[in-house]
């Protein structure tokens, strides 16, 4: 069974760069039935799609976070990867990764997240 794991740091002062790591185990990213997902939770808010690596690479980004946003994967590892930079503090969050199936966008297994805070 497949299983994500988030990892990173929990504490990032403001106008650093937030670099976050899903490893999958139990499965392989490099295939086409899925693509990979980072989403995030701000306390009090609801979910909001940060952006999708493909099993080609491509990479898709939400709009509003696109200029601070990227995301990359190393398929040796397994693991796929978001870089935020110039952090603000409404970037505090339960920072998730996901697999979606492809072909119902469906997201079938996620990772448990993990608490980034953006603070001084």
């Known amino acids: 069974q497949v299983q994500l794991q988030e990892s990173g740091p929990g504490l990032v002062k403001p106008s650093q760069t937030l670099s976050l790591t899903c490893t999958i185990s139990g499965g392989s990213m490099t295939t086409d039935v899925y693509y990979w997902t980072w989403i995030r939770q701000p306390p009090g808010k609801g979910l909001e799609w940060i952006g999708t690596i493909l099993y080609s690479g491509r990479t898709y980004v939400n709009p509003s976070l696109k200029s601070r946003t990227s995301i990359s994967r190393d398929t040796s590892k397994n693991q796929f990867t978001l870089q935020l930079t110039s952090v603000i503090p409404v970037d505090t969050a339960v920072y998730y990764c996901?697999?979606?199936?492809?072909?119902?966008?469906?997201?079938?297994?996620w990772g448990q997240g993990t608490q980034v805070t953006v603070s001084s």
């Open positions: 996901a697999r979606v199936v492809h072909a119902v966008g469906h997201y079938d297994t």
